[in-house]
T-cell receptor, first 114, second 114 residues
Framework: QKEVEQNSGPLSVPEGAIASLNCTYS??????FFWYRQYSGKSPELIMS????GDKEDGRFTAQLNKASQYVSLLIRDSQPSDSATYLC??????????????FGQGTILTVHP | DADVTQTPRNRITKTGKRIMLECSQT?????MYWYRQDPGLGLRLIYY???????NKGEISDGYSVSRQAQAKFSLSLESAIPNQTALYFC?????????????FGPGTRLTVL
């Protein structure tokens, strides 16, 4: 089982729709969770970070964390063509070999079509 | 000016050649990381450094070495490049005392080994 696994893509949604991206992780003691957006050929840029169970909203983006079920999701409301990118889920732990290191999922390609 | 810079941005080299990728940062962060990215595999950690005297192997360190010349500089070397090291390489920094485990990425170096 991969340490961090994202829903397989690519994901295609129409403009204005809600895009839902999911991520599961295997390490129960993981504490910090991140969503990065990466445009083709560019570096990852942070969209959201979440540390506590529940929802965290920032503009059109909502991150949801459920530590009991070991999943984290990202919702993009009113999707725009400019949201078309690869979305990377990343997780970090608190101790041992996970301390201070991010483990990334394989990424989900999102396409928003007009 | 960019906070995290990488040189060169693109490099084509031949099998067996030694090559160095350089990373510099003006963020004042102690922690620095080197990743490689291959299509469909997300980002994988090669080496990381929590301060100038602390160097650690990541999940795919074989065939690579690093040098932390100063807080602001972290170099990645391929002693004898091979074609399966063709990838996109990213440097990243983080500051656990500030923004937690958030990592900030450089623009990347596209390396091709022929």
């Amino acid at each position: 089982q991969k340490e961090v696994e994202q829903n397989s893509g690519p994901l295609s949604v129409p403009e204005g729709a809600i895009a839902s991206l999911n991520c599961t992780y295997s390490d129960r003691v993981s504490q910090s969770f991140f969503w990065y957006r990466q445009y083709s050929g560019k570096s990852p840029e942070l969209i959201m970070s979440i540390y506590s169970n529940g929802d965290k909203e920032d503009g059109r983006f909502t991150a949801q964390l459920n530590k009991a079920s070991q999943y984290v999701s990202l919702l993009i409301r009113d999707s725009q063509p400019s949201d078309s990118a690869t979305y990377l889920c990343a997780v970090t732990g608190v101790g041992g070999t996970s301390y201070g290191k991010l483990t990334f999922g394989q990424g989900t390609i999102l396409t928003v079509h007009p | 000016d960019a906070d995290v810079t990488q040189t060169p941005r693109n490099r084509i080299t031949k099998t067996g050649k030694r090559i160095m990728l350089e990373c510099s940062q003006t963020k004042g962060h102690d922690r620095m990381y080197w990743y490689r990215q291959d299509p469909g595999l997300g980002l994988r950690l090669i080496y990381y450094s929590f301060d100038v005297k602390d160097i650690n192997k990541g999940e795919i360190s074989d065939g690579y070495s690093v040098s932390r010349q100063a807080q602001a500089k972290f170099s990645l070397s391929l002693e004898s490049a091979i074609p399966n090291q063709t990838a996109l390489y990213f440097c990243a920094t983080s500051d656990p005392s500030g923004s937690g485990d958030t990592q900030y990425f450089g623009p990347g170096t596209r390396l091709t080994v022929l």
